[in-house]
């Protein structure tokens, strides 16, 4: 069967690998559907020094699948079943992984794709845990953008940020794939919602999706911006992952015991931080990484009862990967690609 693998720093190859053996105990094998590609695919293909991982490696995080085959003792699922992966090789005994916070697992195995095999191949074996149901009226793409993109937000806004309706919230980079997921679920509950693009021609399609004031990052400055719309308030939680660019812009865009909330530094790992700022405003900073799998679900609801819908780019093949990269690499996208591995 078709795999598509990193063999060295920015090469990619299409290989033949043999299909898993048959399942085993609490396991399943998944026909792959549709693979959504993310920023930590472009640090995985470019090269990164502080990954530990052995290549060749079979690419793809985030991805929905069909059950093909059940292994033993596995309830709950049945052949053709459409599911929802979970990026992350958690163990499922330890006290997070049984309170349902998979993603702050004490025995993490790593992330598929990224430190494992990952899911642009034709089938793959899998423990039943890690797999969410896609609801009736999610497809294949939908169940695809749950887990990373999705479910990433879910976590971020709800579960770290805890945002409340009527609150305002700068989100970065609307056009990016969370940032297009988090216009549409701040907007749906209620807040009103500033973003930034990187070129006009993203302004219309942010408002589309609900943003109220779009700015373009590279032609204002957009702290300024949200200290003029909020009439110099700030906002109540700014929603980072572009890191270095924008840090000391995010923080100046706070309110008053305001929240930022960040699951990415596209721009570049290491800022400075003015403490005074922080502590006399009285500002929370809040890391977040991943999801639980209840995130993924929530958002399937939300997609099934046409509340948000997957903002999606391009759909390519595997012979199409590095046109795909580079063009998230350079920000050139609005919303998601999505690889067919079929
Ligand atoms: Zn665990």
């Known amino acids: 069967m078709r795999a598509l693998q990193l063999i060295d720093d920015r090469k990619l190859e299409q290989v033949d690998i043999a299909p898993p053996p048959e399942p085993g105990i609490g396991e399943v094998t998944l026909r792959i559907k549709a693979v959504a590609l993310n920023h930590i695919d472009v640090w995985g293909w470019r090269g990164m020094a502080f ?33 929802s992966i979970y990026g992350a090789r958690t163990c499922g005994l330890c006290k997070a992984c049984r309170d349902g916070r998979d993603n702050l697992c004490e025995h993490v ?102 943003a109220d004031h779009v700015i373009n990052y590279r032609t204002d400055r957009f702290e300024g911006v949200v200290r003029k719309i909020t009439k110099k308030k700030g906002v109540d939680v700014v929603f980072e992952h572009v890191g270095k660019d924008t840090w000391a812009g995010s923080m100046f865009s706070l309110k008053r015991g305001g929240r930022l909330v960040t699951c990415g530094s596209t721009s570049g790992v290491s800022t400075e931080i003015n403490l005074m700022m922080l502590f006399q405003q009285q500002l929370k900073l809040l890391g977040s990484f991943g999801c639980r799998m209840e995130n993924m679900a929530n958002a399937m609801q939300k997609m099934a009862a046409g509340l948000v819908r997957p903002v999606i780019d391009t759909e390519v093949d595997f012979q199409s990967i590095d046109a795909a990269l580079k063009r998230m690499e350079g920000r050139d996208v609005f919303g998601k690609i999505i690889l067919h591995v079929g």
Request: hydrophobic share 45%.
């Open 109 to 210: 195995g790593g992330v598929h794709g990224f430190h494992l095999d990952g899911f642009a191949q034709e089938k793959i074996n899998l423990p039943a845990r890690l797999l969410v149901p896609a609801p009736p009226g999610v497809d294949a793409i939908g169940a695809a953008v749950a887990p990373v993109t999705f479910g990433t937000v879910e976590h971020m806004l709800f579960d770290n940020a805890k945002l409340q309706p009527g609150e305002t919230i700068l989100i970065h980079a609307g056009g990016s794939g969370i940032g297009s997921a988090a216009i549409q679920l701040a907007k749906k509950m209620g807040c009103t919602v500033i973003t930034t693009v990187g070129s006009d021609e993203k302004i219309e399609p942010a408002k589309a999706l609900g």
């Open 51 to 83: 990954a530990k991982r052995k290549l060749p490696l079979t690419i793809g995080a985030e991805a929905s699948g069909e059950v093909d085959a059940i292994g033993p003792g596995v309830s709950g699922l049945v052949p053709g079943q459409l599911v």
